[in-house]
């Protein structure tokens, strides 16, 4: 039973909203859940900017620090610096830009009994770390993204791996950022793993989640992005460096677009270089939907595609693999056999995880699917039920209050 009514909590996240994707999401319904529960939400966060990596068109003509309001939950933000194209260098300008401009906010934060910061980035947690000691309040780290390994993995970074100094030095401040915290939790028991090589704080399993009435396929329409007539493949969300664009582009060389469409919605740092790829192929392309749209999107598709690198194994548990099965649709998952999502996909026999590089064997299964309806629709209901299960938004919240009032 949590006992955080009256408590003052204050949430560092990069993401929030009005992002309605991601980390945005969950750091925003998070914050929002807490809320519910009686506590005084601050929130030190930047302005909007992703997927688009672009400050949002409603927050450009703001200065560079600004005060909002969300109900009852308090928000300050700094204008930190957006890269369009952003390469690892700029990314890095991009993080310290926001560490040093937020430093100002703690002014803000005038009581504080709990900090909450949000990985990516390890900088917020370093921003965490001196405000709860400047205030005496207790500290939960919740790590989204391992981002130094997750860029190393996904070639972002250097290509020496953990043999170079580099890797070494930030493995070590990572270590040192997460020692200092009373709690630390991650979404995904690989990545829980992981965390407890990195740290000997105390560790908490904190999946993201999915809410089964904004996900209900049989509350949707037929989306218009879809055909009626054609088999439709559908990728949404980050179109960035963790996934296998290499490979994507192999499958859509070997479909035949008589019988099949590719759909790719989304925003991301490789979005525009895809595009420009693929532009004399049939695939098309859209910008995110919003929120109260994308069960529509989604339940409209026949299949959803997911095609990550085989290097990112315990780095990142992809989100939108709930959006895709709670869908009621069949998942085609590629990458390293050991991530999480090829345990979820197992369990649940909602679609198929596959480590190849086989593009003839991913248009194998596509054709299958598209040939046996009856083999579709039982995996898409197989999904759908397995993440309800062990993913929904209330049960999971109610567990994170409860160990929160317990610091």
């Known amino acids: 039973m949590n006992n955080l009514t009256g408590k003052h909590i204050t949430l560092i996240s990069l993401n929030f909203y009005p992002e309605d994707t991601a980390i945005g999401l969950y750091s925003t319904q998070m914050a929002e859940y807490l809320e519910q529960q009686g506590a005084h939400i601050s929130v030190i966060t930047a302005f909007p900017y992703y997927p688009q990596w672009e400050i949002a068109p409603a927050y450009q003509d703001k200065g560079s620090y600004l005060h909002e309001k969300k109900g009852s939950i308090n928000i300050y933000r700094y204008k930190q610096f957006t890269p369009k194209s952003p390469t690892f260098l700029k990314r890095v300008v991009h993080i310290t830009d926001f560490t040093l401009g937020s430093r100002f906010n703690f002014k803000q934060i005038k009581e504080c009994d709990i900090v909450i910061s949000v990985i990516p980035f390890t900088s917020s947690a370093w921003l965490g770390n001196t405000l709860s000691r400047k205030r005496n309040a207790k500290h939960w780290i919740h790590i989204q993204d391992f981002e130094f390994d997750a860029a190393f993995q996904s070639g972002l970074a250097t290509s020496s791996e953990s043999k170079s100094i580099a890797y070494k030095g930030l493995m070590r401040l990572e270590r040192s950022i997460l020692d200092k915290a009373d709690c630390v939790s991650t979404i995904s028991q690989t990545m829980l793993a992981k965390l407890k090589e990195k740290t000997d704080t105390t560790t908490y399993y904190l999946p993201n989640w999915i809410d089964a009435t904004e996900s209900d396929p049989s509350q949707v329409v037929k989306h218009p992005y879809f055909s009626k007539d054609k088999f439709s493949i559908l990728y949404a969300g980050n179109v960035g460096d963790k996934q296998d664009w290499s490979f994507f582009k192999k499958i859509v060389a070997a479909l035949d677009f008589t019988k099949f469409e590719v759909i790719v919605v989304g925003a991301g740092a490789k979005m525009e270089l895809l595009k420009e790829q ?130």
């Open 278 to 407: 693929l532009k004399d192929s049939s695939v098309q392309f859209y910008d995110p939907v919003p929120l109260e749209g994308l069960a529509s999107l989604l339940a409209s598709a026949d299949v959803h595609i997911l095609f990550q690198k085989a290097e990112v194994v315990d780095t990142v548990m992809p989100s939108k693999i709930l959006g895709m099965m709670a869908s009621a649709r069949p998942s085609i998952i590629t990458g390293h056999p050991d991530a999480e999502p090829a345990k979820i996909i197992e369990a649940s026999q909602g679609g198929y995880y596959k480590s190849t590089t086989d593009a003839q064997e991913i248009v194998a299964i596509l054709n299958s699917l598209r040939t046996n309806s009856d083999k579709a629709t039982l995996m898409g209901s197989n999904a759908r039920k397995f993440i309800l299960q062990k993913y929904a938004r209330k049960a999971i919240l109610k567990d994170f209050t409860d160990a929160l009032s317990m610091l």
